[in-house]
């Protein structure tokens, strides 16, 4: 027996539904594979309408995924319509132009029955460490290069499970065993999550979502808007340069604030590009949603109707909106930038709830070599960590230091980097004086440093942003530290590259800082002792840039009494 249920009912359900997602997305982080998922949280979890519509997503994931996986269920439907779906059907794509933008990204969607009606649809994104496709991060120039690439193909028929398509699958990876694996567990996350839904709808007598959709949308989306409205009206500019490859990457931003939403048009940004650093739009959406979101639609959950407020457009061929067959697989690199782009627009009409800018691109290492010496082509690792750089501070609190944002991924332990390869970590720290100075210190980077304990070289791979163009501060605050990648012989590598190492040479790693706000004479006596006690400012910084003097008697015995 069904039943309409209340506004309280539809409440408790909506909250119900963001449990039921997150328990999907702690079920496939908890059996990944692979250790961007398990260790970072790389990975996206929801739960869809029969129209497509994004009812909830887990909090554990990243809006990267998050934003795609809202639009790729859209596609599923569009590729198999749900006249033609049955109970027991798993899709799979990971196109990455219906997917999350690069090809290394699977998504599964499964389609939900009770008594022979499909009620809605669960979804999960997901990294796998390699499926193909050229070795190193930076070395591809055509999306043919990167790996398998699979449409949108029913996966599982009726509960059977298309072993062709999974040998397919298995036939195209370094890893076939944990990419294997990985697929199923993105099968099971989807199951636990549509039997929470149908625990759900039983307890309270209800045999479809459609009320309950549209009332998430619908007020999702209207608390969007009433913020919206509070803004002034108009269209504010900004601009960004990122290191690129052979020569920098000009992003342009126009923003227009209306009563019907923001709109961020992108003319001027630069073309797309031979090396992978190109975007397919849904990535550059993602990312534009969320930085804006982050500053008018605090507090709102994200879902179909949160997000519709927010639009994007670009002409075809700039590099925030690539074509086929472009180079995608390190679309990070520009998709990444977009919340500091946006915050350059919104910073000029709201400049106290918009941050400096961050490091924004995640820092990760990934490395590969032998695992014996002498070296054996059949017993070889390939492993890969996240790290992270500085966020930049916002005009009342510092930046957040060693932080993922705006991706949301972890950093990995660094234990688990080493059990799965050769390598060892002999420093991981904050780096002292990456932060931006200011009243408000930007976030600080991280000093690494890595040696292979194999008397055998191996393969670094980087593909790195800011080391050339530093996260700029704001309000009289200063820029933060350029990225640095070196090795201890003395070399200094290229932020995009793939570099063999030597044995006994260590690798330096130091990711860059966010950038400060206001200027740092202002800043608390109290807050640069602090700094200065623990570390992370140097006793000349506190000097010549703070104007704290650690010599001072009165600046001593603050310094003694913070630490």
């Not at 009770?114 to 390699?130: I, K, P, Q, T, W």
């Not at 608390?223 to 504010?236: E, F, H």
């Amino acid at each position: 027996m069904t039943r309409s249920p209340s506004l309280i009912d539809k409440q408790v359900m909506w909250n119900r539904l963001v449990s039921i997602v997150e328990e999907q997305a702690q079920t496939l982080q908890r059996t990944a594979f692979s250790i961007i998922v398990r260790e970072s949280g790389d990975l996206a979890a929801g739960v869809f309408d029969t129209r497509g519509r994004m009812l909830a997503q887990a909090v554990t994931g990243t809006p990267g995924h998050v934003n795609t996986m809202a639009l790729n269920v859209g596609h599923v439907i569009a590729a198999h319509p749900v006249e033609t779906m049955k109970d027991g059907d798993v899709y799979i794509t990971n196109d990455p132009w219906l997917g999350t933008g690069h090809t290394n990204d699977f998504c599964i969607t499964t389609p939900v029955f009770r008594s022979g009606e499909l009620v809605g649809l669960f979804a999960c994104n997901a990294h796998l460490m390699d499926i193909g496709g050229v070795l190193g991060p930076s070395q591809s120039t055509d999306l043919y290069m990167e790996g398998l690439i699979i449409p949108i193909l029913k996966l599982v028929d009726g509960g059977a499970v298309n072993e062709t398509l999974m040998a397919i699958i298995r036939s195209n990876t370094r890893l076939p065993v944990e990419t294997e694996g990985d697929v199923y567990a993105m099968i099971a996350c989807n199951d636990v999550g549509a039997a929470g839904l149908h625990a759900m709808m039983d307890e309270f007598g209800i045999g479809r979502l459609d009320e309950l959709a549209d009332h998430i949308v619908d007020t999702s989306r209207e608390a969007v808007l009433n913020n919206i409205r509070k803004l002034p009206q108009g269209t504010w500019r900004s601009e960004l340069t990122l290191d690129g490859y052979d020569e920098p990457v000009l992003l342009r931003a126009a923003l227009t604030i209306a009563e019907t939403g923001i709109h961020v048009d992108f003319t001027g940004t630069s073309p797309i590009v031979q090396q992978n650093i190109n975007v397919p739009i849904c990535y550059t959406l993602a990312y534009t949603a969320f930085g804006i979101g982050c500053v008018v639609a605090r507090g709102i959950p994200n879902n179909a109707g949160s997000l519709e407020p927010i639009t994007v457009s670009s002409p075809a061929g700039t590099i925030v909106n690539a074509s086929k067959p472009a180079a995608v697989v390190a679309r990070h690199i520009v998709g990444l930038m977009m919340p500091d782009l946006v915050f350059g627009c919104l910073r000029q009409i709201l400049p106290d709830r918009v941050p400096a800018e961050g490091a924004g691109v995640l820092w990760g290492i990934i490395a590969s070599g032998p695992r014996t010496s002498p070296p054996r082509a059949d017993d070889q690792y390939r492993v890969g960590i996240i790290t992270t750089g500085g966020m930049g501070a916002l005009p009342f609190r510092d930046g957040l230091s060693a932080t993922g944002y705006p991706s949301g991924v972890r950093g990995g332990p660094v234990e688990i980097f080493e059990s799965m390869s050769t390598l060892v970590f002999w420093r991981k720290q904050y780096r002292t004086d990456s932060g931006g100075a200011g009243a408000f210190r930007g976030g600080l980077g991280q000093q690494i440093e890595i040696e292979n304990a194999l008397d055998e070289p191996f393969v670094f791979y980087s593909s790195f942003e800011r080391t050339k163009f530093a996260a700029r501060g704001g309000g009289g605050g200063h820029d933060g530290a350029l990225g640095v990648i070196r090795t201890s012989s003395g070399e200094r590598l290229a932020g995009k590259g793939t570099f063999s190492i030597d044995a006994g040479t260590r690798l330096h790693i130091e990711s860059p800082g966010g950038g400060g706000v206001g200027d740092p004479r202002r800043r608390s006596r109290e807050a640069v002792a602090r700094d200065l006690a623990h570390g992370l400012i140097s006793a000349d910084a506190a000097r010549d840039v703070y104007g704290f003097d650690p010599e001072d008697p009165g600046c001593r015995t603050l310094t003694a009494t913070v630490r």
